[in-house]
C-alpha cells in the first residue's frame, strides 16, 4: 500500500519522482527544463536548497521554480523537496543518479552502469504501470477489429515485436515504420480498430501524424511514452508510461527500448488470457507450422 506520506501535496510517487522528471523534460520550457535538470543531476542537493537558494543556483527565477514544481504535479516547490527528500532517504545516490557512459570508462564501469540503466528502467516502468490502465488497453486490443502499430527507429523495434505477437494468437496486426504507410493505413481506421504509437518523446511526427489521423478515425488510439505531457499522449485514450534514459552514448537506448518491450510483453499476456481458448489454438498452430518448415527439406535447405 502506498505511503500517503509520499503523496502529500500531489505529485506523482516517490518511486517514479526522478523518472517523471526526465520523462517530461522535453515537454517544459527552457527555464523549466535548467530546474529539471538540477533534480536529475542532484535531487539531494535541491532538496536541501531553499526556493532562493535554488533560484540562484539554476539562474531562474522562483516564479519559474514553482511552475516546474506544479507541471510536476505538486502543490508548490515545498511539497517538490519533501519528496526529494524522501526519494533520497530511500534510495541510494547512485541509484537516483545513474552515472553517465564516459569516453574513458573501462569495459568494467560500461557493464555495471548499463545494467544498472536496463534495471532501472524495468523499475521504474513497473511502478508506474497499473492493473487499471493496463486492463483498459487489453480490453481495447482484445475486441479490436485491426490493430495499427506505429514506430520509427528503436520504436520501430519495439512496433514490430507488438504485431508479429498479436499476430501469433491470431489477431489482424501490422507494425508501420514508413511514414507514408503509417498515414495511409491510419486513415482507413474505424470505430472498433485500435491504434498504438510508440514514441519514447512522444513528439516523433512520423508516430504523432498517424496515431492523430486514427483517432480522428473513430479508432480507439494507445501511446507509449516516457513523457506523459507529450503530443502523442494528448491524441491518445490510453496512455502507458514507459521509463528509459537515452544518452549520447545511447541514443536508441536499451534503457528506453527494454522498457517500452516490457509495456508491450504485459499488453500481450493480458489479451492472451482473455482471449485464452482462441489465443491457445493460434500459439498451436503458428508454433506447428514453423516447426512443419523447418523439418521439413526446404526449412533444411
Given at each position: 500500500?502506498?505511503?500517503?506520506?509520499?503523496?502529500?501535496?500531489?505529485?506523482?510517487?516517490?518511486?517514479?519522482?526522478?523518472?517523471?522528471?526526465?520523462?517530461?523534460?522535453?515537454?517544459?520550457?527552457?527555464?523549466?527544463?535548467?530546474?529539471?535538470?538540477?533534480?536529475?543531476?542532484?535531487?539531494?542537493?535541491?532538496?536541501?536548497?531553499?526556493?532562493?537558494?535554488?533560484?540562484?543556483?539554476?539562474?531562474?527565477?522562483?516564479?519559474?521554480?514553482?511552475?516546474?514544481?506544479?507541471?510536476?504535479?505538486?502543490?508548490?516547490?515545498?511539497?517538490?523537496?519533501?519528496?526529494?527528500?524522501?526519494?533520497?532517504?530511500?534510495?541510494?545516490?547512485?541509484?537516483?543518479?545513474?552515472?553517465?557512459?564516459?569516453?574513458?570508462?573501462?569495459?568494467?564501469?560500461?557493464?555495471?552502469?548499463?545494467?544498472?540503466?536496463?534495471?532501472e528502467a524495468i523499475d521504474d516502468t513497473?511502478?508506474?504501470?497499473?492493473?487499471?490502465?493496463?486492463?483498459?488497453?487489453?480490453?481495447?486490443?482484445?475486441?479490436?477489429?485491426?490493430?495499427?502499430?506505429?514506430?520509427?527507429?528503436a520504436s520501430g523495434l519495439v512496433a514490430?515485436?507488438?504485431?508479429?505477437?498479436?499476430?501469433?494468437?491470431?489477431?489482424?496486426?501490422?507494425?508501420?515504420?514508413?511514414?507514408?504507410?503509417?498515414?495511409?493505413?491510419?486513415?482507413?481506421?474505424?470505430?472498433?480498430?485500435?491504434?498504438?504509437?510508440?514514441?519514447?518523446?512522444?513528439?516523433?511526427?512520423?508516430?504523432?501524424?498517424?496515431?492523430?489521423?486514427?483517432?480522428?478515425?473513430?479508432?480507439?488510439?494507445?501511446?507509449?511514452?516516457?513523457?506523459?505531457?507529450?503530443?502523442?499522449?494528448?491524441?491518445?485514450?490510453?496512455?502507458?508510461?514507459?521509463?528509459?534514459?537515452?544518452?549520447?552514448?545511447?541514443?536508441?537506448?536499451?534503457?528506453?527500448r527494454i522498457s517500452q518491450l516490457l509495456?508491450?510483453?504485459?499488453?500481450?499476456?493480458?489479451?492472451?488470457?482473455?482471449?485464452?481458448?482462441?489465443?491457445?489454438?493460434?500459439?498451436?498452430?503458428?508454433?506447428?507450422?514453423?516447426?512443419?518448415?523447418?523439418?521439413?527439406?526446404?526449412?533444411?535447405?
Amino acid at each position: 500500500m502506498e505511503d500517503e506520506n509520499t503523496r502529500q501535496g500531489g505529485g506523482p510517487p516517490v518511486e517514479t519522482l526522478v523518472a517523471t522528471v526526465r520523462g517530461v523534460l522535453p515537454s517544459l520550457t527552457p527555464a523549466a527544463q535548467t530546474v529539471a535538470r538540477l533534480i536529475l543531476d542532484d535531487p539531494a542537493m535541491v532538496a536541501r536548497s531553499t526556493i532562493t537558494e535554488l533560484s540562484a543556483a539554476s539562474g531562474t527565477s522562483e516564479a519559474t521554480i514553482v511552475r516546474t514544481a506544479r507541471v510536476l504535479g505538486f502543490a508548490g516547490y515545498p511539497q517538490l523537496r519533501l519528496a526529494l527528500a524522501a526519494a533520497s532517504a530511500t534510495r541510494p545516490a547512485e541509484r537516483l543518479v545513474p552515472g553517465d557512459l564516459a569516453p574513458g570508462d573501462p569495459l568494467s564501469d560500461v557493464i555495471r552502469k548499463v545494467s544498472r540503466a536496463e534495471a532501472e528502467a524495468i523499475d521504474d516502468t513497473v511502478a508506474q504501470l497499473t492493473a487499471e490502465r493496463l486492463g483498459l488497453v487489453v480490453e481495447a486490443i482484445a475486441g479490436a477489429r485491426r490493430v495499427d502499430v506505429y514506430g520509427v527507429g528503436a520504436s520501430g523495434l519495439v512496433a514490430a515485436d507488438m504485431a508479429q505477437k498479436l499476430l501469433r494468437i491470431g489477431m489482424s496486426s501490422n507494425a508501420f515504420a514508413d511514414a507514408h504507410l503509417a498515414l495511409t493505413s491510419s486513415v482507413l481506421l474505424r470505430a472498433g480498430d485500435v491504434a498504438v504509437g510508440i514514441s519514447t518523446s512522444g513528439e516523433t511526427p512520423d508516430v504523432l501524424g498517424p496515431l492523430r489521423n486514427a483517432h480522428e478515425a473513430g479508432a480507439v488510439t494507445i501511446a507509449i511514452t516516457n513523457n506523459p505531457r507529450s503530443s502523442l499522449a494528448k491524441v491518445a485514450d490510453h496512455v502507458l508510461i514507459s521509463a528509459g534514459r537515452e544518452t549520447a552514448f545511447r541514443p536508441g537506448a536499451l534503457a528506453s527500448r527494454i522498457s517500452q518491450l516490457l509495456v508491450v510483453d504485459c499488453v500481450f499476456v493480458g489479451i492472451a488470457q482473455r482471449t485464452f481458448d482462441s489465443s491457445e489454438q493460434a500459439l498451436q498452430a503458428t508454433r506447428a507450422a514453423v516447426s512443419d518448415f523447418l523439418h521439413s527439406g526446404r526449412g533444411r535447405a
